[in-house]
């Protein structure tokens, strides 16, 4: 007689291999461009494909060359240009690429800046790529201003997250500073569909980090894990705003594959509605995320005993070939 324990590993062996002929049995399908972050909702995330740095950091200059000719929504006179009069591209960290979990920082807005020799070669860089010139250099010097922003609040910030600036992409929601710090709604929304989105398209992150209150409300047309963290400027107590950072650090270590979670729980019907509605369409335009439906229907029939031929006559050979399990003395 078999023990309960010896139930359980039979189990185990037969789910483990179930699932294994299963998944080789099952083709892959091709991987296709994907529109993630469509203007309206970002719509995915997919895990399973990688980054490549090389087309990746071509398809992002074209989005950052668009943003520094854009001028919408300063046409109408009600906004008007700070002295860095053109929008500012974010730098991206050189393993952001190959980072296990890419993460992306979003603040609200950039500085407005003033005549000091960093921002006037922001500026000069900054217009040389408007006018053809590569984006490197922008990025580079970035890079080496980033630690004296805002008096190195804002460095002191990212690493309070735990982040590592060579490993994560640093954006803003509006890509252009105004005079008067005013940024209505609708400029916000108008700078996301034109470039904010489609940079997140081209750069992917399994981690959106939200910054300051105006910034949160775009989590709910996000649908890879967010995390919203007050702003690096807040003038809150030193306690209160120390746990919030450390809430929002451990919210990011956590952070997952939410559109896999989502996906599970719509098959054990238990995603909200709303969340619901959205998923078929999600499905069909991710390649990643059809290939985990399937693998789990694929799981699912095969527990119910639902295969094809072939596939049932290699798990039978793979059965006959297992050592038979010795109960022992337990009886």
Known sequence: MTTELDDSIAAERLLAMITKEALHAMPEPP????????????????????????????????ICRDAVRCNACFESGQLKRPYVNIAQPRYIGPGYWKAK??????????????????????LKLIRAFRDGAPLAPVLEQAREAI???AGGRYFEFVKALG???????????????TAGNKYPDEMLDACWQRHTAPLLNAILP???????????????????????????????????RTQAIEAARREIEEGGDLMTERLSAWMDGELETEHA?????????????????????????????VLGPDLSVKIDARLGAEPSINAGANE
């Open 101 to 122: 979990k890419r993460i992306a920082l979003a603040m609200l807005n950039p500085g407005a800046g003033e005549a000091n020799a960093y921002d006037q070669e922001a």
């Open 277 to 305: 509605r959205q998923l078929p369409s999600q499905i069909k335009r991710d390649a990643g995320l059809r290939r985990n439906w399937d693998r789990y229907h694929l799981i699912g029939d095969a527990l119910r005993g």
């Open 163 to 177: 982040l590592d600036l060579d490993e994560i992409a640093l954006l803003n929601i509006a890509w252009c500073a």
């Open 147 to 149: 630690p004296i922003w």
């Open 31 to 62: 991987l296709e461009e994907v529109d993630h972050y469509s203007p309206n909702t970002c719509a995915t995330s997919c895990p399973e494909r990688s980054v490549s740095p090389e087309p990746t950091m071509k398809k992002m200059e074209g």
């Open 206 to 240: 399994n981690v959106i980090v939200l910054s300051g209150f105006a910034a949160h409300r775009y989590a709910a047309i996000i649908n890879v894990k967010t995390v919203k963290v007050i702003h690096y400027a807040n003038r809150g107590s030193i306690v209160a």
